[in-house]
């Protein structure tokens, strides 16, 4: 019987049903433990970043090499004919003639399904705009799934910035699935928006807001860090909030055995480096676990059978 | 023998949009524009209504709308009734229903939006949300009220 995701795309951590996520999850975890160097062997992959992300399509290229598939595409949209004007959908039409599946980073939001409308082969998001990057969302499941050893009915903690911060949104909207709880540390002016509650809600999982992070690491299973970046506050504000939002080891001296810090990475100051060695860090693990997450998008896209 | 005073004539064929809530009226001769078929459009603005107080009502002639046209009025007039008009008769009447989706209408809102500059159609997921209507983007998958998407 063919997998739920082959031929498929993966755009929106939204469109993926519960099934597909945990197909994905499982054969992320089975890759990890069992490498495989034959999945893509005579495949040739098109990696379309219309803007620079080296880490993410580092990560994908190394993910298709490591299964045996050959990569072409680019790294920067400047040198494109997108610059000169050509569409997107002209583009996917192009490159899907050349290869078996494509890998887009894109600036523009919603870019991912229009290249998937007219393209012939399996299109990965690897980030389109503000809005999806459903590999990442998948390394966060990965990981918490390999920490916990479930996802349902977890206590999950999320800290920093989480407004602008897509890979919380995004996380969100896919752990609510399993029933999880959520507690959000933030400063007010970055405070996760109206739509993300709602659908918490909607869904049935309970979110509160705790005033300070040493009583979010005690609450929780996972703790998410993201970085609150400085530009977005006047020099005053800043100060007043400078720290509030950064996590030392000692803030973890109540927390439960089974806390993890996840982060999504590159950090600045948001963790100190005494957080990690105690055996609550956990975001070097997350990163490594970004390839096994992206062999498993596309082994399983190219694959009847994995 | 009294003539029955009309305040907007009477067409011949064509549709009457009837009971739309006074003062959207307007609005919504522009978002479907309504004056491009190029006939004969007449309107009544703040008419005596017995249910509603007041109404606006739009009238066009030789032009009839298809369900789906008809479904999108329902975003901004669900009260509103569309009646087909043959030879000065009301031949069908329809009461509009909410549609689940609507597509290549509006603009998307958001300036960041890849549908803005491809070849694609717009394409929008109708929410209620709290009692408000909301526009969900099928591509850039942001979520808009309904006023913010029908000015952009
Ligand atoms: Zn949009």
Redesign the interface.
């Not at chain 2, 960041?112 to 549908?115: E, F, H, I, K, V």
């Not at chain 2, 500059?117 to 694609?120: A, D, F, L, T, Y």
């Given at each position: 019987m063919a997998n739920l995701l082959y031929r498929q795309n993966v755009i929106?951590v939204?469109d993926l049903t519960t099934e597909q996520l945990e197909l994905l999850l499982d054969t992320a975890l089975k890759l990890k433990a069992s490498p495989r160097d034959d999945l893509l062997a005579g495949k040739l992959i098109g990696s379309c970043f219309f803007e620079p992300s080296t880490r993410t399509r580092l990560s994908f290229e190394t993910a298709v090499q490591r299964l045996g598939g050959k990569v072409i595409g680019f790294s920067d949209g400047a040198n494109t004919s997108a610059k000169k004007g050509e569409?997107?959908?002209d583009t996917a039409r192009i490159i899907s003639s050349y290869t078996d599946a494509i890998i887009q980073r894109?600036?523009?939001?919603?870019?991912a399904?229009?290249t998937a409308?007219f393209s012939s082969v399996p299109v990965i998001n690897a980030g389109?705009?503000?809005?999806?990057h459903p590999s990442q969302t998948l390394l966060d499941l990965v990981t918490i799934y390999e920490t916990q050893g479930r996802l349902n009915q977890l206590k999950i903690a999320m800290c920093g910035d989480l407004k602008y911060g897509r890979t919380v949104h995004s996380l969100c909207q896919a752990l609510k699935r399993w029933g999880c709880e959520f507690a959000f540390v933030s400063p007010p002016s970055l405070a996760m928006p109206e739509?993300i509650t709602?659908e918490l809600d909607e869904a049935g999982c309970r979110h509160q807001v705790f005033s300070s992070l040493e009583e979010a690491a005690q609450w929780a299973d996972i703790l998410y860090m993201t970085r609150v970046q400085r530009e977005r506050f006047d020099e005053q504000e800043f100060a007043k909030i400078q720290g509030k939002f950064n996590l030392n080891a000692a803030m973890l001296a109540g927390a439960k055995p089974n806390l993890r810090v996840l982060h999504p990475l590159p950090r600045v100051d948001e963790i100190h480096p005494d957080v990690d060695a105690t055996p609550y860090a956990y975001y070097f693990e997350q990163a490594t676990n970004g390839v096994y997450a992206r062999m498993a998008m596309l082994s399983l896209v190219l694959n009847e059978e994995v | 023998m009294e003539k029955k005073q009309y305040s907007v004539e009477a067409i011949e064929n064509g549709t009457v949009i009837d009971h739309i809530p006074a003062g959207k009226g307007l609005a919504i001769l522009r978002q479907f524009k309504l004056l491009h078929y190029g006939s004969a459009v007449t309107v009544g603005f703040n008419l005596p209504s017995k249910t509603q107080g007041s109404k606006d009502i739009i009238k066009i002639s030789g032009v009839t709308l298809d369900d789906a046209a008809a479904n999108r009025l329902a975003l901004f007039a669900p009260e509103a009734v569309v009646n087909t008009i043959d030879r000065f008769q009301v031949v069908d009447k329809r009461h509009l229903t909410m549609p689940d989706e609507i597509r290549a209408v509006f603009r998307c809102p958001?300036s960041?939006?890849?549908?803005l500059?491809?070849?694609?159609q717009s394409r929008f997921y109708v929410k209620k949300?709290h009692g408000q209507t909301r526009l969900k983007?099928?591509?850039?998958?942001?979520?808009f009220s309904r006023d913010s998407v029908t000015e952009a």
């Open positions: 929106s939204s569409t997107l959908a894109h600036p523009k939001d919603g870019a399904r229009i409308e389109d705009g503000t809005n999806q739509y709602e | 958001n960041n939006c890849a549908s500059s491809e070849p694609v949300q983007c099928h591509y850039c998958e942001k979520t």
